[in-house]
Each structure stands twice: as C-alpha cells, then as structure tokens.
C-alpha cells in the first residue's frame, strides 16, 4: 500500500476532505537554480496539491494530519491505462491507416482522431473506476 500524509481540511458526516503535497526530489538538488526541469516544474503555482473524500466513522477535526493510502494495483493499473492504452491505439491505427489511404493528410487525420478517441475513452473510463472503491485512498491512522 502507497502512503501519504495529509491534513484534514474539513469533515462532515462521516466523509473528510484532506489535502496532501505530492513529494518531489525535483528542486531539491543542488543543481536546482541552473536546472530547466526544476524551473519548468514551478510554473504550475501549487505544485503537487491534492484534496480527497475519505469516508471514516472517526470524527477528525481541521488541521489534524491523518496518514492516508492507495493500493498499488490501483495506481499500477491506472498508469497502465494512461500510458500503454493511448501508446497502443497510436501504433494501431498508424498501421490501420496504411491500408485505409495513401494520402498522408487523411492518413495523419485519422491517427490524430482516433488517439484522440483512445484519450476521451480513457479519461470516462477512470472517471468510472475512480468511484469504486479499490480506487478511493482510505483512512490508515491519525497522526497527530
């Protein structure tokens, strides 16, 4: 199981919202002011910030840190969706549109809507799994 410690910013009848910082080695070096990535990576403004439900029958209270995990298969599989499924559909249908046409624009056209169809795909797929509950992080103990 990944954990995470988190601060709770809110609870209400049974379910507590928590917000974590996602931890990056990135900036940390001593490399970091002549860095591109390190410079790059702070143009988002909040930089890792991720609030969560979590349902519990412990009544928390705001700014208490609770430790928070995921299960890994969940994590694994999610990347695997992100990554492999949109990866797979590009080769998929740059070989499909071979045989389709051998004009390049329609050839270009179609692997361009049909990865992007793969990313829309996905994205209502995770939405999906997001709701059940292998895919919800859990409350593992109160830290503080």
């Known amino acids: ?10 609870y209400e009848k049974g379910m ?3 917000k974590c910082q996602s931890q990056s080695a990135c900036g940390q070096c ?3 002011n ?3 990535t ?6 988002n403004g909040k930089r890792g910030e991720h609030i969560f439900n979590i349902e519990t029958l412990m009544p928390l209270r705001e700014g208490q840190i609770v430790e ?11 990347a695997l969706l992100m990554y492999i ?32 169809l793969s990313f829309f795909v996905v994205k209502n797929y995770t939405r999906k799994l997001g709701q059940q ?12």
């Open 34 to 36: 002549s860095c591109g």
């Open 68 to 78: 928070i995990g995921l299960e890994e298969k969940s994590v694994l599989f999610s």
């Open 85 to 116: 499924v949109p990866l797979f559909t590009l080769l998929f249908s740059t070989l499909l549109s071979d045989y389709i046409s051998e004009n390049e624009i329609i050839r270009a056209g179609l692997i361009f809507l049909v990865t992007a």
């Open 38 to 43: 390190s410079g790059l990576s702070e143009l």
């Open 30 to 32: 001593a490399a970091k």
């Open 1 to 10: 199981m990944l954990k995470e410690s988190a601060v709770v910013i809110g």
């Open 16 to 18: 507590a919202r928590v």
């Open 133 to 144: 509950t292998e895919f919800q992080p859990v409350l593992l103990r109160v830290l503080s």
